[in-house]
């Protein structure tokens, strides 16, 4: 159980273009999503949680019309790196949680802006 | 801010051989949470732990919630080249929010 499915897992994409990342939570309902960037070896840094139905909470830092999320359902999340340029490539990985649960991880999604 | 500090940042050793990494901090947590991440990939929940004192273990995993609630350590016995990936430890503060908080990481390779 608690299978987060993340799509794309790959974008290479021009500098310039906007990019969407869904994450879903497959068989359990996702009171929390949480979407994270990670460096190479580096440790996962908090960008937003966001909360079913309600605006996301952005960490310090993180410019929020840059990155637009959108949770419009219990099971979906998504993340858009608006006009996204070269500084914008990483590793992004969603996470979602429900009650007292853990929180369990998608696969990431490896954004190259060329 | 909160931090975690994760070591030791990476370990090489020998098939066979037990391993063992800690997380101490400053700030009290109320759960504390053990993944797995190997490349290009998410990481993965290895063991949570939700008690002061809880020792728990999955298969050759051991982790401990330490009594002061500031920190946690993972053992690995009898290691093998599967074992190979980065370990996070991550400390969730008091409250519901859930998020956590990270360690650094303790990557580990294994030599057959």
Request: charged residues 15%; proline residues 4%; aromatic residues 10%.
């Amino acid at each position: 159980g608690a299978v987060v499915s993340q799509h794309p897992s790959r974008v290479i994409c021009k500098s310039g273009t906007s990019v969407k990342i869904e994450c879903r939570s497959l068989d359990f309902q996702a009171t929390t999503m949480f979407w994270y960037r990670q460096f190479p070896k580096q440790s996962l840094m908090l960008m937003a949680t966001s909360n079913e139905g309600s605006k996301a909470t952005y960490e310090q830092g993180v410019e929020k019309d840059k990155f637009l999320i959108n949770h419009a359902s219990l099971t979906l999340s998504t993340l858009t790196v608006t006009s996204a340029h070269p500084e914008d490539s990483s590793f992004y990985i969603c996470s979602a949680r429900t009650g007292g649960q853990p929180q369990h991880f998608g696969d990431g999604t490896r954004l190259s802006i060329l | 801010g909160q931090q975690l500090n994760q070591s030791p940042q990476s370990m090489f050793i020998q098939e066979g051989e037990d391993v063992s990494m800690n997380c101490t901090s400053s700030s009290i947590f109320n759960t504390w949470l053990w993944y797995k991440q190997d490349p290009g990939e998410g990481p993965v929940l290895l063991i949570a732990l939700y008690k002061a004192g809880e020792l728990t273990s999955n298969g050759r995993l051991t982790a401990q919630f330490g009594i002061t609630r500031k920190d946690s350590f993972l053992n690995i016995s009898a290691s093998i080249p599967s074992d190979v990936g980065i370990y996070f430890c991550a400390g969730q503060l008091r409250g519901n929010t859930g998020k956590l908080i990270f360690g650094q990481g303790t990557t580990l390779q294994v030599k057959p």
